[in-house]
């Protein structure tokens, strides 16, 4: 499985951040980030080291206009968000959709640093808790284990697991987590690609690593560890709360990975939080039009049925407990306790749909909408399709790339007329077009 | 009562299902219980009156899902959609009159501009789905952009309720799926009455994951009870009414291949497309398949062709249904007769596997 590593990186130098730059210079774009574009972020040069760049706060980037209103910033955002969707592309991205993640944690005295409040420890396991809810919302097939980094060993805390709460549990108890030592990368990393050695191809490999000290202790040569890394498929990320290391970013680059070092709380999560939407694959037409992809497959699954918990009671097949509310196995009619799973019976794979629908719109992405620059002669619609505000009588002063001046915005297919506001809600949000359901 | 006045107002979308075709059908005399889309009307209106009258800030937004096109038939947010002529009465309370007035003048006009040939396009649910979901978006976040001054306040606890009596539409999957996630980010619950044809599979899903009630309506002469006791309520109010939940739960999907509704489907690991049989190139991707894995699937695979209705046949899936299953009808409709409703009327009470049949028999005409 090829992964590229510019995929993740945001079309918009503005977005970027100058830690996470590295060799992604061949960034192509990716689907609209909803939060991140909410923030607002301010301009940010291309730097060599984020923290020479000042973290730009969002409200220092809104500027009132001259009679005071900031009509003229907040269209200024919306419009760059639509530009961004502009060159986005609109055909469908592939992406590693079954990911295996293993979320590496420093658990070093490092981390008692009250650099950021209340300690890098604390907002570390705060992040990484919303961080786990926001990536199981977005990879909905994905699992995540917890390794940890103490005392000069690597620390399983969490085993692979496909369900939030058991990942949420296993980080849930910070007197467990109490951080104590030095960290060892080499071993924490060993530990990690160890339990994702029998993972099948065509899931992915990554490992996070949220990192706070400035040494590590190992035992052997990390450039080994590196390498067998490599030879794995394993793509390596670090988040740095304190400094950069050369390791660290040569880990990252070497296997398409991202890295970023935290400036503050905020910036902290926002660099955590661009690791969570599906890495884009190297598309197989690159290699000549659907080359075969060796880890790509076909796979059976099963839909169930859920029964409520009034139906009578049946045992289940995976604990031979009586219970029942359960799911029906689709082939075998077995009783299970939770999917996704494997049916315990006949072996098939059982997911609930809404599941896999989840990640459709990655495949289906509405068409951008054309801002409408001047009036049509023929009637224009007096209302926006989607929700009925009507639209301004008189064309607005402001202008630029992608605002139209009369507040619409035209679906290509169906030629219906929506207001800025639906134009990014249904691109957004729904993912489906109110006029032409496309 | 008293607690009642602190309940926040709250905003109601109902989508009228306008396909002509099945209300016919619903209202053939053959059917246990016939509905007619007049009677169908006049206690929908009755219930839309009682929303409006349960708290004087409540909003309401009505729409119409026609064959291959889907309209806003009412607004009380917006003044623009459906305005009202008619004079004052005296004697009716004007909200009422003007709600009623204006759904039935838009339903009449939009029924009569359908052609013959319109009739056969597919009913265009989604199409009111996302315009309804696109309205709560602006209520719930008014925003300047739109330059209303006298943007409403924002109302907590949207919803939707589906009033459906066409079948699933499956080539409308992805997009439902797109607005059920949407509804669960907007937090708008889905209420969905299926009052005539199968179940939905899709509008189950709908609401089961947007934490509304799926109602399967067998009593069709009690239509305006069941909207009474379980809909009118809003989301809050509704832990305290033991308002019918939801029995089974059907989470199949539809491929994309052939837009059929599958139980058992074949995935492709890097886009997760759902297709019927083993496929050696995904469309949507282009990924091509090993051939080992195709052969040991079309291997594995039961001799007979995907069927839909196949699985809602077997009675492991019914264990409650003493009836063993007959033709393919009956037995669809068989396990809406074991449906616990908790409204405590007469109505679903008496309800045994004959109405049941009744109702499959009226579908398949
Ligand atoms: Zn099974
Ligand atoms: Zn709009
Ligand atoms: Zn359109
Ligand atoms: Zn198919
Ligand atoms: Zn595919």
Redesign the pocket.
């Known amino acids: 499985m090829e992964v590229e590593s510019g995929s993740d990186d945001f079309i918009d130098d503005d977005d970027d951040f100058g830690g996470s730059r590295g060799k992604n210079v061949k960034g192509k774009g990716k689907a609209i980030d909803r939060r991140k574009k909410d923030k607002g972020k301010g301009k940010i040069n291309e730097q060599a080291y984020a923290w020479e760049a000042s973290y730009t706060r969002s409200w220092d980037t809104v500027q009132e206009d001259e009679a005071g209103s900031l009509q003229s910033a907040v269209d200024d955002l919306l419009a760059r968000g639509r530009r961004r969707r502009l060159l986005a592309p609109s055909s469908a991205f592939r992406r590693t959709i079954i990911r295996h993640l293993i979320l590496l944690l420093d658990l070093s005295a490092s981390m008692m640093d009250r650099d950021m409040r209340p300690t890098r420890f604390d907002l570390m396991l705060e992040y990484s808790r919303e961080f786990v809810l926001e990536w199981f919302d977005q990879n909905p097939l994905g699992q995540i284990g917890v390794v940890g980094m103490r005392a000069g060993v690597g620390e399983r805390i969490g085993e692979m697991s496909s369900n939030p709460q058991d990942v949420l549990k296993a980080i849930a108890d910070r007197h467990k987590l109490e951080p104590a030592g030095e960290p060892s990368l080499q071993n924490a990393i060993e530990m990690a690609r160890s339990s994702m050695s029998h993972l099948p191809t065509h899931s992915s490999r990554e490992i996070t690593i949220i990192f706070g000290s400035l040494t590590t202790v190992d035992p052997g040569n990390i450039h080994d560890t590196l390498d067998a890394c490599i030879k794995d498929k394993i793509r390596i990320s670090v988040v740095a709360l304190a400094a950069e290391m050369k390791i660290c970013r040569e880990m990252c680059d070497k296997t398409g990975g991202q890295f970023g070092v935290a400036i503050n709380d905020g910036h902290f999560k926002d660099i955590l939080f661009e690791l969570i939407p599906p890495p884009t694959q190297r598309a197989a037409s690159k290699a000549g039009g659907g080359a075969s992809n060796p880890s790509a497959d076909l796979m059976m699954m099963g839909f169930p049925t859920r029964l409520p918990d009034t139906s009578p009671p049946a045992l289940c097949v995976c604990h031979s407990e009586l219970k029942s509310e359960g799911f029906l196995c689709p082939r075998c009619s077995a009783k299970l306790c939770d999917v996704p799973t494997d049916c315990d019976i006949c072996g098939l794979m059982i997911v609930s749909s809404p599941h896999l629908a989840r990640s459709f719109h990655h495949l289906f992405p509405v068409k951008p909408y054309d801002a409408v620059m001047e009036a049509s002669l023929s009637s224009p619609s007096a209302n926006c399709h989607g929700c009925e505000a009507p639209f301004p009588k008189t064309a607005s002063a402001m202008s630029g790339e992608g605002i139209s001046p009369l507040g619409r915005y035209k679906c290509p297919i169906c030629l219906n007329d929506f207001c800025s506001d639906c134009d990014v809600f249904v691109h957004d949000v729904v993912h489906c077009c109110p006029g032409c359901g496309k | 009562m008293s607690d009642f006045a602190v309940e926040p107002s709250s905003h109601m979308s109902v989508i009228l299902d306008l396909t002509p075709a099945q209300w016919y059908l619903s209202s053939l005399p053959k059917n246990e219980y016939p509905l007619s889309f007049r009677s169908f009307l006049s206690q929908t209106l009755a219930f839309l009156n009682s929303h409006l009258a349960s708290k004087h800030e409540n909003t309401l937004a009505v729409y119409g899902a026609l064959p291959g096109k889907s309209v806003i038939l009412y607004s009380s947010t917006d003044s623009s959609v459906g305005q009202d002529e008619t004079v004052a009465d005296a004697n009716s309370y004007q909200p009422f009159k003007t709600v009623d007035s204006v759904v039935a003048s838009q339903i009449t006009d939009e029924l009569d501009a359908l052609g013959d040939s319109d009739e056969e396009a597919p009913c265009q649910l989604v199409g009111a789905l996302t315009k309804a979901l696109c309205h709560i978006n602006r209520i719930m976040n008014p925003n300047f952009t739109t330059g209303a001054s006298d943007a409403p306040q924002p109302t907590r606890e949207p919803r939707i309720i589906i009033l459906s009596v066409s079948p699933d539409l499956s080539t409308s999957y992805i997009p439902i799926m797109n607005s059920i996630f949407s509804a669960q980010k907007l937090k708008v619950t889905i209420d969905v009455c299926k009052i005539f044809g199968p179940d939905a599979v899709f509008l189950q899903q709908a609401a089961h994951l947007t934490g509304g009630s799926y109602i399967y309506l067998e009593r069709r002469d009690a239509y305006l009870q069941h909207l009474m006791m379980t809909f009118l309520s809003p989301r809050s109010v509704r832990g305290i009414l033991a308002v019918p939940t939801q029995e089974k739960i059907d989470f199949r999907a539809a491929?994309?291949?052939?837009?059929?509704i599958?139980d058992i489907g074949f995935v492709c690991s890097v886009c997760l497309s759902i297709?019927?049989?083993p496929v050696p190139v995904c469309s949507t991707c282009r990924t091509k398949f090993p051939m080992k894995t195709l052969q040991r699937l079309n291997a594995s695979r039961p001799s007979f062709p995907p069927q839909p209705v196949v699985r809602s046949m077997s009675a492991a899936r019914t264990p409650t249904t003493s009836t063993p299953p007959g033709t393919r009808t009956p037995s669809v409709s068989n396990h809406h007769a074991d449906r616990t409703t908790s409204i405590s009327s007469s109505a679903s009470a008496k309800v045994n596997g004959s109405s049941s049949v009744a109702v499959g028999n009226g579908m398949t005409p």
């Open positions: 491929c994309f291949c052939h837009k059929t599958v297709f019927c049989q």
